[in-house]
T-cell receptor, first 113, second 114 residues
């Protein structure tokens, strides 16, 4: 059973456009929601993360929107660039359980020049 | 600063063979974990450790063993490899933080079981 559901599976966006990836979860005990970026042949790397006490977090062109009541969160990439082409994973964890992370199935983003 | 180092990068096994995937970190992190990455499945937690001498099972532990004798090392053992264990394996480490937990991943081991 997938603890975190992610969509879409793949996404193609024109350079300069907005990329949006969505995730949903069921376990209300989750208290930390990171997004990881993975380039081919590399391990995932933390991109941005949010805790449920805020509804939005922005770092440069990357924004997480968090809806606690709907148990959904999303990643928005503004002014998408070809260098953003990668696989993106959302994740969720419960801090006190020892950093067990549950990952979404991933979204392959392609930004066309 | 090496971070998280995994060896080997590639491995081909025959069904029934055993092997150990090595993972070492030089950041003095308390927490280490193993994930497997399969197409359409994302990353799934196999085993994790919150410190030397302490290990526990994740989502998909069957067929894998781990031990944590030192803070730095967290090897993953396949006792009798099966084709279903064909995957890319990632080791990760992190340190407890009140701000948030950042997993540092290794570069992965691509394993094929024939």
């Amino acid at each position: 059973q997938q603890q975190v559901k992610q969509s879409p599976q793949s996404l193609i966006v024109q350079k300069g456009g907005i990329s949006i990836i969505n995730c949903a979860y069921e376990n209300t005990a989750f208290d930390y929601f990171p997004w990881y970026q993975q380039f081919p042949g590399k391990g995932p790397a933390l991109l941005i993360a949010i805790r449920p006490d805020v509804s939005e977090k922005k770092e440069g062109r990357f924004t997480i929107s968090f809806n606690k009541s709907a148990k959904q969160f999303s990643l928005h990439i503004m002014d998408s660039q070809p260098g953003d082409s990668a696989t993106y994973f959302c994740a969720a964890s419960i801090w006190w359980t020892g950093n067990q992370f549950y990952f979404g199935t991933g979204t392959s983003l392609t930004v066309i020049p | 600063n090496a971070g998280v180092t995994q060896t080997p990068k590639f491995q081909v096994l025959k069904t029934g063979q055993s092997m150990t995937l090595q993972c070492a970190q030089d950041m003095n992190h308390e927490y280490m974990s193993w994930y497997r990455q399969d197409p359409g499945m994302g990353l799934r937690l196999i085993h994790y450790s919150v410190g030397a001498g302490i290990t526990d099972q994740g989502e998909v532990p069957n067929g894998y063993n781990v031990s944590r004798s030192t803070t730095e090392d967290f090897p993953l053992r396949l006792l009798s490899a099966a084709p279903s264990q064909t995957s890319v394996y990632f080791c990760a480490s992190s340190s407890y933080s009140l701000v948030g937990e950042k997993l540092f991943f290794g570069s992965g081991t691509q394993l094929s079981v024939l």
